[in-house]
């Protein structure tokens, strides 16, 4: 199965010229009937109508009839790139995954990011979270780190997802605004989900504006498991850093760029690898045993937490490079399908539970937007290395699959080539033990909203910090309900006093009352992760 470093793209890439139409001068029909003409109907007459019997006509338009497909519910308009991923240090002591075992060695990589919140035609530079999906095209099959520009979320439990994307996208009954956030539905929800805390001083910082993709980090956000070739388990978050490092847009340059040119970051993608300038991130690693994974002050399972740097460095283990633009939007940036359950041998998932919900939720909308359930068969979905099993038929079915044996196990069929295998290749699940009883209530060790939020504000310049402020009351002059403002600037309060006032007394919103903050349930004075990293050493 082993092929040198490098031949892995090369056959990539011809797999998906194979799929591709070559030039032709001649037109055809799509059953190959060679065209007469394709300006003119078939028509009684010169000037008469137009007739039923012209097959030509009704199969170009039936087909122009049918090109659209439903955009993406979330990360709708994105931008992608074609290139591969290369180790830099060899993690045979924390996984088996093939990709991540030689020194030197490239996968092919898709990577994909995104808008989250407007439409396929919405602007690029926006206020928001920007998504950072990569498909590893592996030798033991498709891995895909569907991540984001922000490491951690807004919500802590996917049952409150849909609640979270309807209120951050256009409201329903205008469909309007396009960009995140700067409405009272967004700012209604999350403020009156303090779990939102944390991630909304990221959003409101200089990284929900990025200058480009190319100057933007992404993060797995969730905590997921390395596990090796001996069954040993160690935590992990994933970092993509980039190498021209990050840079923003100052807020006045984003929104004039939003009207000047919306294709801003899709563009500065294409043309950076058009010129040869190829982007380039590096892949660090946060690695946390279990015991250690116990004693970090907050719960890894909580996506609205991040691991300080200065608690768990981050090891850097290889490098990704974009090198090539698609050749086709739709077949390839369109029709993608990114999913946080498509994992290898070696990489698994905690009971995190927004990963949880993420698990069931791709597979689920990709097969209305790609229409059934044979997406898998798509070239750009197409795995490298071979794939059997007894799935069959379904809409939009690609392979030919012969004989007549399509179950098991069988005696009819060649039972030897169609084997599962329960040692070192197939995908074992870590063994984790589980709790009971069954419970629908989140962990008390998820309850603290604020440290992370506190400790991101004070690692801020006094420059962001600026920016964070002008973020607040651009997006609370937007918002008319007042108890919506108020309660926007009450949260804060729990942040940072000085912020919350700063944000406050522009606007002619009340201050919060610093001894008032403090008696609400979950005000903490000692953000305990801000003890943490000063204790580290
Ligand atoms: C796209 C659901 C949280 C990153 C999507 C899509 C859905 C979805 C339905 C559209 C997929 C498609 O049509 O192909 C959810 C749910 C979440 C959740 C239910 C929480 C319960 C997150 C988080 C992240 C994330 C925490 C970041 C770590 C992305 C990205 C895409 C995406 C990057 C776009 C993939 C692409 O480029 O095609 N999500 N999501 N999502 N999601 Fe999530």
Same mark, same amino acid.
């Given at each position: =199965?082993?092929?040198?470093?490098? $031949?892995?793209?090369?056959? %990539?890439?011809?797999?998906?010229?194979?799929?591709?139409?070559?030039?032709?001068?001649?037109?055809?029909?799509?059953?190959?009937?060679?065209?007469?003409?394709?300006?003119?109907?078939?028509?009684?007459?010169?000037?008469?109508?137009?007739?039923?019997?012209?097959?030509?006509?009704?199969?170009?338009?039936?087909?122009?009839?049918?090109? =659209?497909?439903?955009?993406?519910?979330?990360?709708?308009?994105?931008?992608?790139?074609?290139?591969?991923?290369?180790?830099?240090?060899?993690?045979?002591?924390?996984?088996?995954?093939?990709?991540?075992?030689?020194?030197?060695?490239?996968?092919?990589?898709?990577?994909?990011?995104?808008?989250?919140?407007?439409? %396929?035609?919405?602007?690029?530079?926006?206020?928001?979270?920007?998504?950072?999906?990569?498909?590893?095209?592996?030798?033991?099959?498709?891995?895909?780190?569907?991540?984001?520009?922000?490491?951690?979320?807004?919500?802590?439990?996917?049952?409150?997802?849909?609640?979270?994307?309807?209120?951050?996208?256009?409201?329903?009954?205008?469909?309007?605004?396009?960009?995140?956030?700067?409405?009272?539905?967004?700012?209604?929800?999350?403020?009156?989900?303090?779990?939102?805390?944390?991630?909304?001083?990221?959003?409101?910082?200089?990284?929900?504006?990025?200058?480009?993709?190319?100057?933007?980090? *992404?993060?797995?956000?969730?905590?997921?498991?390395?596990?090796?070739? &001996? *069954?040993?388990?160690?935590?992990?978050?994933?970092?993509? %850093?980039?190498?021209?490092?990050?840079?923003?847009?100052?807020?006045?340059?984003?929104?004039?760029?939003?009207?000047?040119?919306?294709?801003?970051?899709?563009?500065?993608?294409?043309?950076?690898?058009?010129?040869?300038?190829?982007?380039?991130?590096?892949?660090?690693?946060?690695?946390?045993?279990?015991?250690?994974?116990?004693?970090?002050?907050?719960?890894?399972?909580?996506?609205?937490?991040?691991?300080?740097?200065?608690?768990?460095?981050?090891?850097?283990?290889?490098?990704?490079?974009?090198?090539?633009?698609?050749?086709?939007?739709?077949?390839?940036?369109?029709?993608?399908?990114?999913?946080?359950?498509?994992?290898?041998?070696?990489?698994?998932?905690?009971?995190?539970?927004?990963?949880? *919900?993420?698990?069931?939720?791709?597979?689920?909308?990709?097969?209305?937007?790609?229409?059934?359930?044979?997406?898998?068969?798509?070239?750009?979905? %197409?795995?490298?290395?071979?794939?059997?099993?007894?799935?069959?038929?379904?809409?939009? &079915?690609?392979?030919?699959?012969?004989?007549?044996?399509?179950?098991?196990?069988?005696?009819?069929?060649?039972?030897?080539?169609?084997?599962? $295998? *329960?040692?070192?290749?197939?995908?074992?699940?870590?063994?984790?033990?589980?709790?009971?009883?069954?419970? =629908?209530?989140?962990?008390?060790?998820?309850?603290?909203?604020?440290?992370?939020?506190?400790?991101?504000?004070?690692?801020?310049?006094?420059?962001?910090?600026?920016?964070?402020?002008?973020?607040?009351?651009?997006?609370?002059?937007?918002?008319?309900?007042?108890?919506? =403002?108020?309660?926007?600037?009450?949260?804060?309060?729990?942040?940072?006093?000085?912020?919350?006032?700063?944000?406050?007394?522009?606007?002619?919103?009340?201050?919060?009352?610093?001894?008032?903050?403090?008696?609400?349930?979950?005000?903490?004075?000692?953000?305990?992760?801000?003890?943490?990293?000063?204790?580290?050493?």
């Amino acid at each position: =199965r082993k092929t040198k470093a490098g $031949d892995a793209v090369a056959s %990539r890439q011809k797999q998906l010229e194979a799929s591709s139409q070559g030039p032709e001068n001649l037109l055809t029909t799509n059953q190959g009937v060679v065209l007469p003409d394709n300006h003119n109907s078939l028509k009684a007459g010169l000037r008469g109508p137009s007739l039923l019997e012209d097959f030509i006509l009704r199969e170009k338009i039936t087909h122009f009839d049918h090109e =659209r497909i439903p955009e993406r519910v979330v990360h709708a308009r994105g931008a992608a790139a074609h290139g591969y991923f290369e180790l830099t240090r060899p993690l045979v002591e924390y996984t088996k995954a093939d990709f991540l075992q030689e020194v030197g060695s490239r996968t092919p990589v898709f990577v994909r990011f995104s808008t989250v919140v407007g439409s %396929r035609g919405s602007a690029d530079t926006v206020r928001d979270v920007r998504g950072f999906a990569v498909k590893f095209y592996t030798r033991e099959g498709n891995y895909d780190l569907v991540g984001n520009n922000i490491p951690v979320f807004f919500i802590q439990d996917a049952m409150k997802f849909p609640d979270l994307v309807h209120a951050i996208k256009a409201e329903p009954h205008n469909e309007m605004p396009q960009a995140a956030s700067a409405h009272d539905t967004f700012w209604d929800f999350v403020s009156l989900m303090p779990e939102s805390a944390h991630m909304l001083m990221w959003v409101m910082s200089d990284r929900a504006l990025p200058r480009s993709y190319r100057m933007m980090e *992404g993060f797995g956000v969730h905590t997921f498991r390395l596990v090796n070739a &001996r *069954g040993v388990s160690h935590f992990v978050k994933f970092h993509w %850093r980039p190498k021209l490092g990050k840079h923003g847009l100052a807020w006045d340059e984003a929104q004039k760029i939003a009207g000047k040119d919306p294709d801003f970051h899709r563009r500065d993608l294409w043309d950076a690898i058009e010129r040869g300038d190829f982007p380039e991130w590096e892949l660090g690693l946060q690695l946390i045993d279990e015991d250690r994974a116990g004693r970090l002050g907050f719960d890894l399972l909580d996506p609205t937490k991040l691991v300080p740097e200065e608690v768990v460095p981050i090891t850097t283990v290889g490098r990704l490079v974009l090198n090539r633009n698609p050749d086709n939007f739709f077949a390839e940036t369109e029709q993608v399908a990114f999913h946080p359950g498509h994992v290898v041998p070696g990489i698994d998932f905690t009971a995190d539970p927004l990963l949880q *919900g993420r698990l069931f939720s791709y597979t689920d909308t990709q097969l209305s937007r790609l229409g059934g359930a044979n997406f898998h068969e798509l070239p750009i979905n %197409r795995g490298v290395c071979p794939f059997h099993n007894f799935q069959r038929d379904g809409m939009h &079915r690609m392979l030919i699959n012969k004989g007549r044996v399509a179950y098991e196990p069988n005696t009819l069929g060649n039972g030897s080539e169609f084997r599962v $295998d *329960g040692g070192e290749q197939g995908f074992q699940s870590y063994p984790e033990a589980l709790e009971s009883p069954k419970i =629908r209530r989140r962990s008390p060790s998820f309850d603290d909203h604020f440290s992370q939020a506190t400790l991101f504000w004070n690692s801020q310049s006094a420059a962001e910090k600026e920016h964070i402020i002008a973020g607040y009351q651009f997006e609370l002059s937007k918002v008319e309900t007042p108890a919506i =403002r108020q309660r926007v600037v009450d949260n804060l309060a729990h942040v940072d006093m000085r912020l919350a006032r700063k944000v406050a007394e522009p606007l002619g919103i009340a201050v919060p009352d610093p001894k008032a903050a403090a008696g609400r349930s979950g005000f903490r004075e000692a953000p305990a992760t801000k003890a943490l990293v000063e204790s580290a050493p």
